[in-house]
Every structure is written in C-alpha cells, then in structure tokens.
C-alpha cells in the first residue's frame, strides 16, 4: 500500500512540473488585471451588482445565522448539504444537485467561449454532533462555531448566486459554485479531490474561507500523516532477554534517526513525532509500538524527500535493533497513511493572484499573500490556478467553542472576492476573462 501510495506520488509531481510551464507561458498573453479590474469598476452594471451585495448585507447575515445553527459535523454534512442544495435552488442555480461525494454542486452558465471557474466554502465544521451551535450575540458580535470557518463563505455564495441573477449578469465563464464536504481534519479534502477528479474542465478555483478580504492564500501546505507500528514476539524482561529484540527499543532507535533528518526551510518543510505508545509492563521485552508522525511541506517535492527519509529511518531503526540481538525473531514494522493533503503552489505573477490582489488595491488594501492548507491544495497540486480569498468581516477563535463572527462591513470583503471572481471569468461587454482556458 505504502509504495503504490509513493508511486502515485512521483507521478503527480512529473504532471505538476510540466503542467507549470504551460501556464507561466500563457500569463503573459492574458489581458493585464489591472485594466479589467478598471472595466468592471467603471461598468454601472457591475456598480449596481456591488450595491446590490451591500444592500444585501442584513439577510446575508440572517442566512449566515441559519446555516451555522444546522449541524455539520465531519463525515455528517448531509443535513447541511441539503438545505444549501435548496437555497442554490432557491436563487436561481436550478441545476444544482448533491455528487456521489457529497458536494453540493451548481454551474452558472457563461456565454459558452469562456473558462470554468470554481467558486466554493466547504460545508463541514470540525465540531461534533451534538456541539450547541445556537447563535449567540454579544456586543455586536455573533457567537457559535463554525460561524466563521466556513458557514459565513457559504452564506456569501449564495449572495453572489442570488445578485448575479436578479441583476442579470451574463459572464463570460462558467461559474461552477460548490458547497464541498470533507475540508476539514480528517476530511483529508475528499470533497475536493472528488470534484476534480469528475470534472476535468475546470480552468480555475477560488475558495472563501474567514477574512476581512485583505489577503489571498498561495500557497497550500500539504501533509502527510502515518501511524506507525512496531512489532515482535515479546517477551519476559528477565527470562528472555537476548533472545527477542524489543519493538519499543526499534520505534526509539527509529525516532532518534528520525530526529536527525534534515529539511529546508524554504519551502518550508517540516515533521514530528506527536504520539508514542505500546508496550505491555515494565517487566516485559514489547511485543509492539506505535506511534504517530506528522509531514508538512508547502511543496509536494520537499514533502516526498522528508517522507522518503522519514521511511528510511523508520527501516534503519528497525534494522539496528534486529541486528543487536541477532535472534530468530524480529521487529518488523508498518507505516499507514492516515493523513493525506497535497502540497502547492499557485504561481504569484499568474493572472488569478495579481486579479485578487488588484482587486484588493482598488478597494485600497494592501494585498498580501499568506500559506495554509485548505480546498485549494487539491487544484494546487494539480497546477490548476487555485486561491483562497476572505469572506467578508472579522472572525477570530476558529476551530474553538468560543468561534466569533463580526459582522461590521462584512459586504465589503465580500465585494473584494466578488470582484476578483467576475474579474477571472469575464463579464460580456465589460470584460474579457482574465483566467484562461486551459482545462480539456
Ligand atoms: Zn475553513
């Protein structure tokens, strides 16, 4: 499992390289962001569209206060899934359905020339079944979790939906908007991996998740999560001394190998060791060991190189202990995957960033990019152009009972990342996509 796991691995980063080129070629020949950004600025059309969003602020916020108060636990976002299925419905997107992953998933015709951009917020919270997700105010903030990490994001999508409709706005692109499962923790992105494996066709992404709308991420940290297990015959500490290795003394042999091995610091890769366990008593040789190792890179090829090192050690480790003793039994030991994210980046001179981050100059930020792992990783890694933007409004204590949410001028974080996605797919007679068309 582990080396069909690794091949698969290599394949992907030979598909990236390439993939790189082709798309750091045609960014010069896109049309500059700037001067779309401009078109669509100037346009009354789209002028109206953005006073629409603003105007829509006090039910974007009602609608946000909805959705966090229906569960979406890991693995259990379906009751979620449902009600934003009916909502996308709702405001226009009539095709929209929930795939085989569980997605919720609607396309919003362009004009037929144009890219395929995806628009998404993921569905799933970190918080258990049966966490009190009431909304609470407090001081003119919003109090629940998961307020922030995503539901707000997806309550802004189906503002967008909503206003594109009602104001009639014929893009270029197609939009594709997603409500996608499996973001978070051991979701390991599935939402995300299903949806680009079913479409082929997408030329872009662009994720929300909390923000005030002033940064835009670029990079996807990616990660690899194994648990290892040690194990022997064990054995009497006493009576069968020299006879049998021991499995705690392999994981430890291993973990010191494991602490020598060397990373770069940019990209930024790192690893741990989070969890050890095993063992039967202090009088008994073990029988067996586990334990928990954490891989992080913000590049898949400095992930691999750890993680080859990480398994080499792993092998040394087990290898020493087995030839100290030279008995007849050994220690053996078996990696499992049980964390998988892929590592990525999203160029910074391509057209999807410097759209984003014009975009975010125009409303007179300052515009930085920043890493993380999120939805993105997914197109990331596939070199498909991906950025993640901010919701709109403050947010703070994510992944927390104590989540907050202020809504103050939320609309215009919202109007930021709006502007950046029709910027990308174009609006007919306004402007022409900056994203281009890559995808077969
Ligand atoms: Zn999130």
């Excluded at 670029?218 to 297990?229: A, C, D, K, P």
């Amino acid at each position: 499992m582990l080396l069909q796991m690794k091949y698969s691995h290599i394949g992907r980063v030979c598909l990236g390289i390439s993939a790189a080129f082709l798309m750091n070629a045609s960014v010069a020949q896109q049309q500059d962001a700037k001067s779309a950004l401009t078109s669509l600025n100037d346009s009354a059309e789209i002028k109206k569209l953005m006073d629409a969003i603003k105007s829509d602020h006090d039910r974007t916020i009602q609608e946000l206060r909805t959705i966090t108060e229906i569960e979406a636990p890991p693995f259990k976002e379906q009751k979620r899934a449902e009600h934003v299925l009916n909502r996308f419905k709702e405001v226009g997107l009539t095709d929209a359905a929930i795939d085989s992953a569980g997605n919720v998933v609607g396309i919003r015709k362009g004009s037929g020339s144009g890219p395929t951009l995806v628009v998404s917020a993921h569905l799933d919270t970190v918080f258990p079944e049966g966490t009190d997700v009431k909304v609470k105010e407090q001081d003119g903030k919003l109090l629940a979790p998961g307020i922030g990490d995503d539901t707000r994001g997806l309550a802004v999508v189906i503002s967008w939906i909503k206003a594109l409709n009602e104001q009639k706005i014929k893009t270029v692109g197609d939009i594709m908007f997603v409500a996608n499962v499996g973001e978070e923790g051991l979701g390991n992105l599935k939402g995300m991996k299903a949806l680009f494996k079913e479409h082929k066709n997408i030329d872009g992404m662009v994720g929300l998740e909390p923000g005030v709308g002033d940064k835009v991420l670029t990079q996807g940290t990616g990660s690899h999560r194994y648990e290892v297990s040690f194990s022997g015959p064990g054995g009497h500490s006493f009576g069968a001394f020299g006879k049998v290795p021991s499995a705690i003394h392999a994981m430890g042999r291993a973990i010191a190998h494991i602490g020598d091995v060397q990373v770069p610091t940019d990209p930024k890769t790192t690893f741990t060791v989070g969890t050890v366990g095993g063992g039967t008593s202090v009088n008994t040789i073990a029988g067996d060991a586990k334990m928990a190792v954490d891989i992080r890179s913000n590049d898949t090829k400095s992930l691999l190189e750890a993680e080859r090192n990480i398994m080499a050690a792993i092998d040394k480790g087990v290898d020493e202990e087995n030839k100290r003793w030279k008995s007849e039994a050994k220690i053996t030991s078996e990696a499992k995957l049980i964390g998988d994210r892929p590592a990525g980046t999203t160029p910074k001179d391509s057209a999807i960033v410097k759209a984003a981050l014009e975009s975010i100059a125009l409303a007179g930020g300052k515009g930085e990019t920043r890493a993380g792992s999120t939805d993105a990783n997914v197109p990331m890694s596939l070199s498909i152009p991906a950025i993640i933007l901010g919701s709109g409004g403050k947010s703070g204590g994510s992944h927390s009972l104590k989540e907050w949410y202020d809504p103050t001028d939320a609309w215009k974080g919202s109007q930021v990342a709006f502007t950046t996605v029709l910027s990308l797919v174009g609006v007919e007679g306004v402007s022409k996509p900056l994203l281009e068309k890559a995808a077969k």
